[in-house]
C-alpha cells in the first residue's frame, strides 16, 4: 500500500495484472517527496563515547543515515550519506513501538539503516524525527552484527544481533495461495533457536531488470516477519508458510 502512494497511485484501486491497463488505476495528485527524518534546530555533534554509554544503552541511542528519498536505492543513498549519521533516542516511544521496547533496546549504540528503511513506512520515518537528538561527529562502522561470533555447529542458528543466511532447500504447494518453503540452515544438527511466542525477519531484495534484460536481486530491500511452521526440536531447517 504505501508503495502504491510513493508511486502516485490510488492504494484502493490496485490492479494485480502482469500488465494492467492505463484505465484501471487512477492517478492521485501526490508526489513522492524527501521523508524529513530530522528535527529543525538540532545541531548537536555526539561522540562515538557518548553514543556507546551506560546513559546511551539505557535511553537507546542509534543511528540511522541522511535523509530519505522514496526514489532513491538503499545502497546508493547509504553510500551517499554515509558521513551523515544522524542519532536518535529510542526511550521516548518505548511504549508506542509495535514492535515493544524491546526490538529498540537490542539496537542501542548501533547503525539500524537497513533494517530501519526496509520495515517501516514513510508516516513511521517522519515521526522517527521527533526522537532526533543529534549527528556523529565521525564516520565509523557501528552496523548490526559486527560483533565477533563463536561459529561453533552446536550453537542455535538465530542470533537477535546478526543477521544469518539461509538457503531455499524446497517448495510445497499447500493450496491455492499459500505455500510452504523450506530453507536450510548452517549445520544439518543445529537447532534454530527461537524463543516460544517469538518470530523470525527474513529479507531479500526485489529483482530488477539489468541492462542485458535479466532480472538480477538488486532492487529495494524487503523485510517481513513470519512465525515458523517448523518445531523447537527439528534440526538443520526452517519451514514458513507464506500467502
Wanted: net charge positive; glycine share 6%.
Amino acid at each position: 500500500m504505501q508503495r502504491l502512494k510513493n508511486e502516485g497511485l490510488d492504494p484502493s484501486k490496485p490492479d494485480f495484472s502482469m500488465n494492467p491497463p492505463s484505465r484501471s488505476v487512477k492517478k492521485l495528485e501526490i508526489r513522492a517527496s524527501e521523508v524529513q527524518m530530522t528535527k529543525p534546530g538540532i545541531n548537536r555533534k555526539i561522540s562515538v563515547g557518548e553514543l556507546q554509554s551506560a546513559r546511551a544503552k539505557k535511553e537507546a541511542w542509534f543511528i540511522v543515515k541522511g535523509e530519505v528519498r522514496h526514489s532513491c536505492d538503499l545502497r546508493l543513498w547509504n553510500e551517499l550519506y554515509k558521513c551523515d549519521c544522524q542519532v536518535y533516542q529510542g526511550k521516548g516511544f518505548f511504549n508506542d513501538h509495535p514492535g515493544g521496547a524491546q526490538s529498540i533496546e537490542i539496537v542501542a549504540g548501533e547503525d539500524v539503516t537497513e533494517d530501519f528503511m526496509a520495515i517501516h513506512s514513510s508516516d513511521a520515518k517522519r515521526q522517527l524525527a521527533d526522537f532526533h537528538i543529534g549527528t556523529l561527529d565521525e564516520d565509523v562502522d557501528l552496523k548490526q552484527g559486527n560483533e565477533p561470533e563463536n561459529e561453533n555447529a552446536t550453537r542455535s542458528f538465530l542470533n537477535h544481533k546478526k543477521w544469518k543466511k539461509i538457503v531455499l532447500a524446497n517448495i510445497m504447494e499447500v493450496s491455492k495461495d499459500a505455500k510452504m518453503y523450506r530453507f536450510t540452515l548452517e549445520n544439518k544438527d543445529q537447532k534454530l533457536g527461537l524463543p516460544f511466542g517469538q518470530h523470525v525477519y527474513i529479507r531479500l531484495r526485489r529483482k530488477v531488470v539489468d541492462k542485458a534484460g535479466v532480472q538480477v536481486p538488486e532492487g529495494d530491500l524487503v523485510q517481513r516477519a513470519y512465525t515458523p511452521l517448523s518445531t523447537r526440536d527439528d534440526r538443520g531447517f526452517i519451514d514458513m508458510l507464506i500467502k
